[in-house]
């Protein structure tokens, strides 16, 4: 199962996005939920494959309640389900791939390829989870043209996106980015999908972080999938307002500076080895 949310999509990167999709010859079911205002182009719709389900007319709900729309109807009937964005595209045999990694190893409860730009070169998007000092550099970067607060934050950042790790060995980390969530249908069931207190942003990292409390998360980095980044919250002064509120909602959920899980979970990034017993679980 394929779930992807749109809100006023560049058609041509969805298009590419689709096909992308189509190459698998697993049996598949991909679910189009459109949040715009107005319905794609008749002639597109006509012009989908069989297998694609176009849903509109609820508004915009937001990003992960669009999602959660087909994952409440559909993931008991899911082997595997992937959230993808309508602006990432992959190679013929990538989901074929993954289905057959997650089969060999039933520990994996999400699972993303390595993300690179359309030029090739790495996305830094998967990571450990944020400090709130972190996350707040991060997304105000003036802040880092202090000497002094960064002299004290450059390492953390470092640390943040794995730059201590070698990103193209296979990995396991708390944090999985949305662009490209593989996940066992079982998993997916269990968590009941998104949280929908966040209305755009930090739901990845909420959904991620719940699913690495009940198994692994791995970063496959031998295979790639590209993503049209955009960094839309940078650009825009209401997405960056809608951001600093999901991230508020995030940090009040999960604990501000004294949150002893999110310091075990980050400890426990490694490389990932492969299976190593039946049903192992990790809980923290």
Known sequence: MVSIVLYRPDIAKLQECLDSVYLCRLN???HLIDNSEQPLDEAFLKALDTRVTYTFGQGNVGFGAGHNLKIAEHV???RY?????PDAYFGEGLLEELVKRMDADPAIGLCIPHIQ???GSTQLVNKRLPTPEVFVARKLDWML???VVKNILNHRLDMFVLKDMDLHRPLICPFISGCFMFFRGSMLAELKGYDERYF???EDLDISRRA???GLNVVFSDIACHHHWERAAYKNRKLFRILVDSCIAYFRKWGWPLDFERMAMNRRVRYYEGP???DRRVTV
């Not at 389900?81 to 964005?85: A, E, H, M």
Request: aromatic fraction near 12%.
């Open 276 to 278: 190593e017993v039946k």
């Open 28 to 30: 598949w079911r991909l």
């Open 76 to 78: 008991q009937k899911a």
């Open 200 to 202: 755009l942003y930090m």
């Open 145 to 147: 043209r202090i000497p």
């Open 81 to 85: 389900w992937l959230v993808l964005n």
């Open 117 to 119: 730009n359309p030029d």
């Open 212 to 214: 690495a409390q009940r």
